[in-house]
């Protein structure tokens, strides 16, 4: 029954992940973007097309191949590790359980493409809402106004344009169609998004005892590569620069969403208690003298309050004044007691 649950709830997820995934399609396929206007004497539209440097060929290949690369090795180097310690503790090797650590590696991943697929879908949803302009603009539209003007003519200088179409023809369609989508810059929000998440699972998984720098050295290289990604957004003139600025926001805040309450890399696991680390109980106080002389050779673990023969009164260290004056006199009575039953004997000693 349980494996029917797994089985059950593995297939829901799928099916999730598979609505968000048309969901991106069907908003690219199906919903037009906000068609805004422009000045013709606007000069931060007016930068050369250039190819980019990360192509989307390689976005995708990036964002899907090394995050899900990570989280495997990661997670079969924690089972390796647990299952050395345990034979080198019991004497034996309990088994590697692969599977269980597959499937926590398909869990890891899972959850990491869920949030890929929440960031996509953000990011073009405020792309279509917005409908920026590129800094390429005029370069890919070449647009032309309904009365069949350009921006050369004089009349259109200080003009904000909302009637146009474009009509370059030597610019791709998908080039044309994308040039109303600059905010925010999507490079910018999925690869920091992929980029950050590796680095706040490596804090959350990995353990290195080898060097506790090895860590925030791969940390800070996944962070850098995406930095530098995001910059090329900007020298390709493809974004300006608060288009990346929001993408790198963008993408930071669903990726700290994603691990800290959808993954949940950082909740705390349940510790067993350890029944060597809990106190031992304080020793009763002995009733006879042969029971009081062998506590004396036994090693002082805990004290009692009060003690008797050569050991002198020790008071508890967390009693209070008026406990210790309590047991003060406690003390005071036994030895009275214990006295007075020692029978009396007479040497010869005549007063």
């Known amino acids: 029954m349980t494996r029917f649950k797994s089985v059950a709830r593995m297939g829901f997820d799928l099916l999730i992940f598979a609505s968000l995934c048309l969901s991106e399609v069907a908003l690219r396929k199906w919903f037009k973007p906000y068609k805004r206007g422009f000045f013709c004497d606007d000069e931060s539209l007016r930068y050369p097309y250039k190819e980019s440097t990360i192509s989307v060929l390689a976005l995708i290949s990036i964002v899907l191949a090394v995050p899900s690369s990570v989280m495997l090795a990661v997670e079969l180097f924690k089972q390796t590790a647990t299952s050395l310690g345990e034979k080198r503790k019991n004497g034996a090797n309990k088994g590697c359980h692969l599977g269980r650590r597959l499937m926590q590696s398909y869990t890891q991943i899972g959850f990491y493409l869920f949030g890929l697929a929440l960031t996509l879908i953000t990011t073009h949803i405020t792309k279509y809402s917005v409908g920026r302009l590129r800094p390429h603009f005029f370069a890919v ?9 350009t921006c050369s003519d004089a009349r259109n200088h200080e003009r904000y344009v909302e ?16 040039v109303g989508q600059s905010f925010p810059s999507g490079h910018a929000s999925i690869f920091f998004y992929a980029m950050v998440y590796v680095a706040i699972y490596l804090q959350a998984a990995l353990s290195t005892r080898a060097s506790k720098l090895l860590k925030h050295l791969l940390q800070f290289i996944f962070i850098m590569f995406a930095w530098y990604v995001a910059l090329t957004r900007i020298s390709d003139y493809w974004h300006h620069w608060s288009d990346v600025m929001a993408g790198t926001i963008l993408g930071t805040l669903i990726a700290f969403a994603v691990a800290l309450y959808i993954s949940q890399l950082f909740a705390r696991k349940p510790t067993r208690s350890n029944s060597s680390l809990a106190p031992k109980p304080p020793i009763k106080p002995s009733s006879s003298p042969s029971s009081s002389a062998k506590s004396a050779n036994s090693p002082p673990g805990v004290l009692p309050a009060y003690t008797f023969g050569t050991l002198p009164y020790i008071p508890h260290p967390h009693a209070a004044a008026a406990a210790a004056a309590a047991a003060a006199a406690a003390a005071a009575q036994q030895q009275a007691q214990y006295a007075a039953a020692q029978t009396y004997h007479n040497y010869g000693y005549v007063p």
């Open 141 to 149: 539209c070449q647009p032309l106004m309904s009365d069949g003007s």
């Open 163 to 178: 009637d146009y179409d474009c009509v370059a023809k030597n610019m791709s369609t998908n080039s044309i169609a994308q």
